[in-house]
């Protein structure tokens, strides 16, 4: 008989994404016609950028003339064209140099945060903020880095650092030594935004214990602040001891389309059983090598379309109106006596759940007074309890509304 990885089996209920499409499911079976606003899964509404669009269906004509067409991409999966725009709009405007070979195409950042744990050893000991991406330690789970969840939702193995109202949802380091670190900011689930001095905390810290930081930078187009870091190449040192992870999903509205990129400087390296150091580079190339062949060139035309004149314009346009969503569901729930974090630098708003109510208990009464679909905090790990995630992904008339159903859905228990 074929043997299963049984370290699936050690995963808690389903993933939290299919959970809540199931209760939504099972909900409107029941409620033929009930219109039902989705602010759950951080999924954009917004339609491609014109300047996006116009240059799939160019790249897509290219794709059917003989000079034009092209088959496998790059080894490192991006194209000459996208590899510039990046390292020159992403990282040269922050003061930041980046190496074309440093640059890793992908068809996304939830692939590659979940993927990258594979170039380590399965004894490496693992940190997460809590509460946190699901896929940070799910896919360690998988790999076998951890015991069985405990019955308060933990994992053995896993070291959890608390994200609180008290630290501002972005924790210092641990006070011991671990091998690798996720951390995501601006931050999903809390939307919290890490300052420059805390990163600076971060990076002295893990080249002194030899760490390796894995840093989800997904939504850094959200930031409005300059002084704000935008990339953790930013702060001296980073480049010994981080990688970087970035996508389209949110900045352009390519949820549909995929296509992200992962930065993984010469200088950071992990070790041998005998000590000796072994560039990471090397290792995710290989890995990328054997395991993915590129993101498509149309999509990769697309992606670049999204540095031009009129892409920076239209897509800078798409974030502004999805902050300006966030905006709304923070001060129309604000005023209505909610307690609410976020949605600043982020398209979330983390909001504590009123009536000491559990988190799963909350999402139910928003789907059924409300009918507004939200993500409960405790999908996101134990620290999560209490709290219940609202997307600003959606139209502002839908927004609008659902401040409006959720005041009703709470006054009038």
């Known amino acids: 008989m074929a043997r299963i990885n049984e370290n699936y089996q050690k995963l808690q209920a389903g993933y939290l994404f299919p959970e809540i499409g199931r209760r939504v499911a099972a909900f409107a079976a029941a409620h033929a016609g009930a219109e039902i606003i989705r602010l759950g899964i951080g999924d954009v509404t917004l339609p491609l950028a014109p300047a996006v669009v116009e240059a799939l269906r160019a790249a897509a004509d290219e794709m059917g003339t003989e000079e034009g ?13 996208l590899v510039e725009a990046v390292r020159e709009h992403d990282y040269r405007t922050r003061g930041v140099e980046v190496a074309d070979d440093e640059l890793f195409f992908s068809d996304g950042s939830k692939q590659d945060s979940g993927n990258f744990q ?7 000991r693992i940190a997460v903020t809590d509460p946190v991406y699901p896929v940070y ?3 360690n789970v998988m790999a076998g880095r951890t015991g069985e969840a405990r019955d308060d939702g933990y994992y053995d193995g896993i070291v959890y650092l608390p994200a609180t109202e008290e630290n501002g949802f972005t924790p210092d380091p641990p006070d011991r030594a671990v091998d690798l670190v996720y951390l995501c900011s601006p931050n999903n689930p809390t939307g919290a935004v890490a300052s420059r001095e805390n990163l600076e905390r971060w990076v002295a810290w893990a080249r002194e214990c030899g760490a390796v930081i894995v840093f989800d930078a997904a939504y ?7 002084d704000l870091p935008r990339s953790i190449f930013e702060i001296d040192g980073a480049r010994e001891c981080a990688v970087e992870m970035r996508s389209f999903s949110k900045r352009a509205g390519f949820t549909g389309v995929r296509c992200a990129y992962t930065v993984v400087p010469h200088e950071a390296c992990g070790t041998t059983a005998s000590g000796e150091r072994v560039p990471l580079n090397g290792l995710w190339a290989r890995r990328q090598a054997t395991k993915f062949n590129s993101v498509p060139y149309p999509i990769q035309r697309a992606a670049a379309a999204v540095f031009s004149a009129d892409g920076r314009k239209q897509t800078h346009e798409q974030v502004a109106y999805y902050l300006e969503n966030a905006r709304v569901l923070r001060e129309g729930l604000g005023a209505a006596g909610f307690t609410l974090f976020g949605g600043v630098h982020a398209p979330y708003i983390w909001m504590r759940t009123p009536e000491g109510m559990g988190s799963w208990d909350c999402f139910d009464r928003l789907l059924e007074r409300a009918h ?6 405790a999908g996101f790990g134990p620290a999560g309890e209490g709290y219940i995630r609202i997307s600003a992904f959606n139209s502002r008339q839908k927004v609008e509304r659902a401040v409006e159903l959720i ?5 009038a228990s």
């Open 407 to 411: 005041r009703e859905a709470f006054a």
């Open 69 to 81: 067409f092209r088959g496998y991409g790059p080894e490192r999966g991006g194209y000459g064209f």
């Open 118 to 124: 594979e170039i380590f050893d399965a004894s490496c």
């Open 137 to 139: 330690v799910d896919t």
């Open 220 to 226: 850094d187009a959200f930031i409005s602040d300059p």
């Open 372 to 377: 507004v679909v939200a993500t409960p905090g």
